[in-house]
């Protein structure tokens, strides 16, 4: 499974970006997938969670509100739609895909993970 993370950038505080996630070879199609991040000298930080077919999704307290998670399933592609963004959320943010078929706050869970977006929140 080879996912690609794309959509970091720069912002200001208060605006939004889409990051996607994509699956070129269609091997994680029946995988959950999720969004983490991690700032340089941390612990890698559950962002966001999706089952196989999108029906259940999982969303971390400090993200509930302003950011959503959808998938594609025609695209093989993930997205993580961040608005309302403040200078906490700037992170590497990362995509893998599970192990199984359900959504997971646990990074165990997942098993093939994606290069990294560079999202940063300016003030």
């Known amino acids: 499974v080879q996912l690609q993370a794309s959509g970091g950038g720069l912002v200001q505080a208060g605006g939004s970006l889409r990051l996607s996630c994509t699956d070129p070879?269609?091997?994680?199609?029946?995988?959950?997938v999720g969004w983490f991040r991690q700032v340089s000298g941390t612990d890698r930080e559950f962002v966001a969670s999706?089952?196989?077919?999108?029906?259940?999704?999982v969303l971390a307290d400090s993200v509930k509100g302003r950011f959503a998670i959808s998938r594609d399933r025609a695209r093989n592609t993930v997205y993580l739609q961040m608005n309302s963004l403040n200078t906490e959320d700037t992170a590497v943010y990362f995509c893998?895909?599970?192990?199984?078929?359900?959504?997971?706050?646990?990074?165990?869970?997942?098993?093939?993970w994606g290069q990294g977006t560079l999202v940063t929140v300016s003030s």
């Open positions: 893998a895909a599970g192990r199984g078929s359900s959504t997971s706050q646990n990074s165990d869970y997942y098993r093939y």
């Open positions: 070879k269609r091997t994680s199609s029946n995988n959950g």
């Open positions: 999706i089952s196989w077919n999108g029906g259940s999704t």
